[in-house]
């Protein structure tokens, strides 16, 4: 695989156990306990993809990716012991790919460290070559860049984690049919990940309040007491 993961986290024991897990997998791996220590290394030998804690001592993970976008677009992934929407929103608009709340399943780590490795290999292909732009998905007001991972509604910008991008595109390839909890949990968890069904409850809460910001009047993720979801494009 040949891919670096830098680990920035004071709790060393999770440093130690996501590192054995990531190196099992084929990664490097180099690890960190605080913010300064880390910002100096990732600025003279950047990785491949960080993940990094948001409480940490001498720097939060907050500043530290907030200079780290001074001068790089390595895809960041946060861990947070506190399952707080305000600090969703704020890590994915200083520039973080996705947002895990502790205590996490490493499976479910690595799951989502391949879909933005995966994104961003696409983004830089698409960047580098003179091939064709991807076709953007258009349903109604929606509109989907799966390769550059963008998602506008009514023309504004919606910032969504990559497991929120993944459901909602489940939904919207297929206007009208309903998805099942499971269907959506394929589609968004590879690598055999098993998380419990109300999580797509949840996800699909965050969505319909995210759309929500930018219109209030936003109805188009419909429920289906006992079936499921489904987008609706009219």
Same mark, same amino acid.
């Given at each position: 695989?040949?891919?670096?993961?830098?680990?920035?986290?004071?709790?060393?024991? %999770?440093?130690? #156990?996501?590192?054995? @897990?990531?190196?099992?997998? $084929?990664?490097?791996?180099?690890?960190? #306990?605080? $913010?300064?220590?880390?910002?100096?290394?990732?600025?003279?030998?950047?990785?491949?993809?960080?993940?990094?804690?948001? =409480?940490?001592?001498?720097?939060?993970?907050?500043?530290?990716?907030?200079?780290?976008?001074?001068? #790089?677009?390595?895809?960041?992934?946060?861990?947070?012991? =506190?399952?707080?929407?305000?600090?969703?929103?704020? $890590?994915? #608009?200083? @520039? &973080?790919?996705?947002?895990?709340?502790?205590?996490?399943?490493?499976?479910?780590?690595?799951?989502?460290?391949?879909?933005?490795?995966?994104?961003?290999?696409?983004?830089?292909?698409? @960047?580098?070559?003179?091939?064709?732009?991807?076709?953007?998905?258009?349903? $109604?007001?929606?509109?989907?860049?799966?390769?550059?991972?963008?998602?506008?509604?009514?023309?504004?910008?919606?910032?969504?984690?990559?497991?929120?991008?993944?459901?909602?595109? &489940?939904?919207?390839?297929?206007?009208?049919?309903?998805?099942?909890?499971?269907?959506?949990?394929?589609?968004?968890?590879?690598?055999?990940?098993?998380?419990?069904?109300?999580?797509?409850?949840?996800?699909? =809460?965050?969505?319909? =309040?995210?759309?929500?910001?930018?219109?209030?009047?936003?109805?188009? %993720?419909?429920?289906?007491?006992?079936? @499921?979801?489904?987008?609706?494009?009219?």
């Amino acid at each position: 695989m040949d891919r670096t993961i830098a680990l920035v986290d004071d709790d060393r024991n %999770i440093l130690t #156990s996501v590192s054995i @897990g990531l190196q099992a997998e $084929g990664f490097r791996t180099r690890v960190y #306990s605080d $913010g300064e220590t880390a910002l100096r290394a990732l600025r003279d030998d950047p990785p491949d993809l960080a993940v990094l804690d948001v =409480k940490m001592p001498r720097m939060d993970g907050f500043e530290l990716l907030r200079r780290l976008r001074d001068y #790089s677009n390595v895809p960041v992934i946060f861990l947070t012991s =506190k399952d707080d929407e305000a600090d969703e929103e704020l $890590g994915l #608009s200083l @520039g &973080a790919d996705d947002y895990i709340a502790k205590p996490f399943s490493q499976r479910l780590l690595l799951a989502r460290i391949h879909a933005v490795l995966r994104r961003q290999s696409l983004d830089n292909h698409l @960047g580098s070559s003179d091939e064709p732009e991807t076709e953007i998905m258009v349903r $109604g007001r929606l509109e989907m860049d799966s390769a550059r991972h963008r998602v506008r509604w009514n023309a504004a910008d919606v910032v969504l984690t990559v497991t929120e991008f993944m459901i909602l595109e &489940a939904l919207a390839q297929r206007p009208g049919v309903v998805k099942s909890r499971n269907q959506l949990m394929d589609a968004a968890y590879h690598e055999d990940v098993f998380v419990d069904d109300r999580t797509i409850d949840s996800h699909i =809460k965050r969505l319909r =309040k995210k759309f929500r910001k930018v219109d209030p009047e936003f109805d188009a %993720i419909d429920t289906l007491y006992g079936a @499921g979801y489904r987008f609706s494009d009219v």
